[in-house]
């Protein structure tokens, strides 16, 4: 079974512009959340998807976005870059079966965003 | 304030020996989960634990998750230099929340 995916692995950017990383989950797998590591703050939730809507956000300002389509696919857009933005953006995907609290993430690549 | 901590934040050991990292918080967790990711690749998950005192082995690897599912420690016997990475644990408190993840513990076994 093919592991997530998410493009592009590498991006530069400079300040003002907008982003957009996309992410291909697990087979299966219904549900979708983003998350953004950067050396000083570790990995942070940025947002999760469930069923084409979203099911939980984390302490993001509004530059930050996303969507999941029909096939569980989703993209995440960050508008107006700033500095600040460059980090390793994670995908993780996972089946979310209902109640069950053990629901496991599998983790794509990244994108890793350079913002100059 | 992080809602899940580990200890130590580095460690670097020879080749051999053995070592424990923490994971704590003073919050109940339904399940706890162990990654491991290395430089430029996202974190690989090494195991679940949902049940209060669960131990689970997974080679030279121990997870064992606390009694009162606040806490949990990873032991690796005979450190290989393949066993190298940043190792985070996360935690989720009840069904549909999201997880959150403590600061790694960043770990180097020297040949």
């Known amino acids: 079974k093919a592991g997530v995916t998410q493009t592009p692995r590498y991006l530069i950017k400079t300040r003002g512009q907008q982003v957009t990383l996309s992410c291909s989950p697990i087979s299966g797998h219904r549900s979708v959340s983003w998350y953004q590591q950067t050396p000083g703050q570790g990995l942070q939730f940025l947002f999760e998807?469930?069923?084409?809507?979203?099911?939980n956000k984390g302490n993001f300002p509004g530059r930050f976005s996303g969507r999941q389509f029909s096939n569980s696919r989703s993209e995440m857009n960050v508008s107006t870059l700033e500095l600040g933005d460059s980090a390793l953006y994670l995908c993780?995907?996972?089946?979310?079966?209902?109640?069950?609290?053990?629901?496991?993430?599998?983790f794509g690549p990244g994108t890793r965003l350079t913002v100059l | 304030t992080q809602l899940l901590e580990q200890s130590p934040q580095f460690l670097s050991i020879q080749e051999g020996e053995n070592l424990t990292v923490y994971c704590n918080s003073s919050?109940?967790?339904?399940?706890l989960q162990w990654y491991r990711q290395e430089p430029g690749e996202g974190p690989v998950l090494l195991v679940t634990v949902v049940t209060g005192g669960e131990v689970k082995k997974l080679k030279r690897l121990t997870f064992q998750f606390g009694d009162a599912r606040k806490d949990s420690s990873l032991h690796i016997t005979a450190a290989q230099p393949g066993d190298t990475g940043l190792y985070l644990c996360?935690?989720?408190?009840?069904?549909?929340?999201?997880?959150?993840f403590g600061p790694g513990t960043r770990l180097s076994v020297l040949p």
């Open positions: 993780a995907s996972s089946l979310s079966r209902q109640r069950r609290v053990s629901n496991e993430q599998f």
């Open positions: 919050s109940v967790f339904s399940s």
């Open positions: 998807y469930f069923s084409e809507t979203q099911r």
């Open positions: 996360a935690g989720v408190r009840d069904y549909g929340q999201n997880f959150v």
